[in-house]
Nanobody, 118 residues
């Protein structure tokens, strides 16, 4: 079993910053891709950023958000700067984990709410 725990969401004013974290625990041998998606009220879940051998960002967050990872901690981060009201959403992390029994699992976090409002 592998579980992801997210943290760092909250309420922030427009122009502010937040840093999300997502840590995996369990029977982990290694991790391939990691990433963040988000889902705003009434909208479909959308890709925000991914990191594997390179990084990839949605056009709407390029230049404002930075994804990074610490493999020693099984953690992926999302630094969000210059936040806008349209960034308000539940943010979900995922990790493509290779377990100690060499199974590959796509594991999702429980989601953390980010609200950008004055």
């Amino acid at each position: 079993q592998v579980h992801l725990v997210e943290s760092g969401g909250g309420l922030v004013q427009p122009g502010g910053s937040l840093r999300l974290s997502c840590t995996a625990s369990g029977s982990i041998f290694s991790t391939n891709a990691m990433g963040w998606y988000r889902q705003a009220p009434g909208k479909q879940r959308e890709l925000v950023a991914t990191v594997s051998t390179n990084t990839n960002y949605a056009d709407s967050v390029k230049g404002r958000f930075t994804i990074s990872r610490d493999n020693t901690k099984n953690t992926v981060y999302l630094q969000m700067n210059s936040l806008k009201p349209e960034d308000t959403a539940v943010y979900y992390c995922y990790q493509e984990v290779v377990t100690m029994s060499y199974r590959t699992l796509n594991v999702w976090g429980q989601g953390t709410l980010v609200t950008v409002s004055s």
